[in-house]
C-alpha cells in the first residue's frame, strides 16, 4: 500500500483553513494580528525662550507604542526573566553571608529567600530552553476566527 503526499501551495492552503470550532473561512494568523495592532510614533517639538536677539531653543523628542486590545490577546508567549532572578538571589545570598556573621534570626531567612529565588531562576531558565520554543512555534502556527 503505497501513500502519497501532496504539497497545497499556499493561496490554496490559505483558502482551505476554517475555524474548527464555528467553521468560520474568515481567519487570520496570530502573528498577523499582533502586528497590525501595534503602532509606533514619535515626535518633536521646539520652543523658544526669550526676545530682543537673546533666546534659548528647548527641544524635546519623545516616542511610544500603542496596542490594541485585540493585538494584546494575540500577543506571543514571553520569556521569563532570568537575570533578574539571578541578581535578586545574588543579593539575597549577600544578606545572607552577612547575617551569618552575626549568627542572627535573619540568616536563615535570607538563606531561604535565596534558595527560592535561586529555583525560581532555574525554572525560568528550564522554561525558556524547553517550553518557550514549542510555546511559540505554536503560536506562529495559530489562527483566530472574526
Excluded: D
Aim: proline letters at 3%; one cysteine or more.
Amino acid at each position: 500500500m503505497s501513500t502519497q503526499t501532496r504539497i497545497v501551495p499556499e493561496p490554496e492552503r490559505l483558502n482551505s483553513i476554517a475555524c474548527t470550532k464555528c467553521g468560520s473561512a474568515e481567519v487570520r494568523r496570530l502573528s498577523l494580528i499582533y502586528e497590525e495592532g501595534l503602532s509606533h510614533s514619535a515626535s518633536q517639538s521646539q520652543t523658544a525662550f526669550g526676545g530682543a536677539g537673546f533666546g534659548t531653543t528647548a527641544s524635546t523628542f519623545s516616542t511610544g507604542t500603542s496596542q490594541t486590545a485585540l493585538s494584546t490577546k494575540a500577543a506571543p508567549p514571553t520569556k521569563k526573566h532570568t537575570i533578574l532572578l539571578a541578581l535578586l538571589a545574588g543579593f539575597l545570598g549577600f544578606c545572607t553571608l552577612a547575617g551569618l556573621a552575626n549568627l542572627s534570626f535573619w540568616a536563615l531567612v535570607f538563606g531561604g529567600l535565596t534558595y527560592l529565588a535561586v529555583m525560581k531562576s532555574l525554572k525560568a531558565k528550564t522554561y525558556n530552553a524547553t517550553a518557550f520554543p514549542e510555546e511559540h512555534a505554536r503560536w506562529q502556527r495559530s489562527f483566530m476566527c472574526s
